[in-house]
């Protein structure tokens, strides 16, 4: 239940997005993020809200526990469309959680997968793959490498 734990805290984050997704398009954008964590539910749920000083927005994630199913549930939403995002669910094994769901780019139906690896005390590395062809191949297009602050 208190998988997320590590997430408690400041963070500075480099992050690295995909200017165009699935136009064969391999240009991606660099830009600094600040990251604040924060338990909720003795372990069984967190938020963390992100500061992208260089795009002028925020994001803002809360993850759930679901006792019963013992996997999580991911919620995002940011400050530009102020929109919750349909969430990704699953379960870290091996040091490694991986988060799948439904979602919609440009009004087209599609699978979306977050990735969570690399965590140590002060490093942990958060990867955002699509799929528009039913989960058969995936397109990484958002990556976040986080230090401790």
């Known amino acids: 239940m208190n998988d997320f734990d590590f997430l408690i805290?400041?963070?500075?984050v480099v992050n690295r997005r995909r200017t165009k997704l699935f136009a064969g398009h391999d240009e991606w954008a660099e830009f600094?993020?600040?990251?604040t964590g924060q338990s909720i539910f003795d372990g069984g749920g967190n938020t963390d809200e992100i500061i992208?000083?260089?795009?002028?927005c925020r994001g803002f994630t809360l993850r759930l526990f679901d006792v019963e199913?013992?996997?999580?549930?991911l919620y995002w939403a940011d400050s530009r469309s102020g929109l919750l995002f349909p969430p990704v669910a699953g379960t870290f094994r091996d040091g490694r959680g991986d988060f799948y769901g439904d979602d919609t780019h440009d009004g087209r139906p599609i699978k979306a997968h977050f990735?969570?690896?690399?965590i140590t005390a002060d490093s942990a590395r958060w990867e955002q793959e699509f799929s528009?062809?039913?989960?058969r191949t995936w397109e990484s297009n958002w990556v976040m490498e986080f230090t401790r602050a």
């Not at 805290?9 to 500075?12: M, V």
């Not at 990735?115 to 690399?118: E, F, K, P, V, Y």
């Open 115 to 118: 990735i969570w690896s690399g």
């Open 69 to 73: 199913r013992r996997q999580w549930s």
């Open 52 to 56: 992208f000083p260089t795009l002028g």
């Open 32 to 35: 600094p993020g600040v990251s």
């Open 132 to 135: 528009d062809d039913g989960g």
């Open 9 to 12: 805290g400041s963070w500075n």
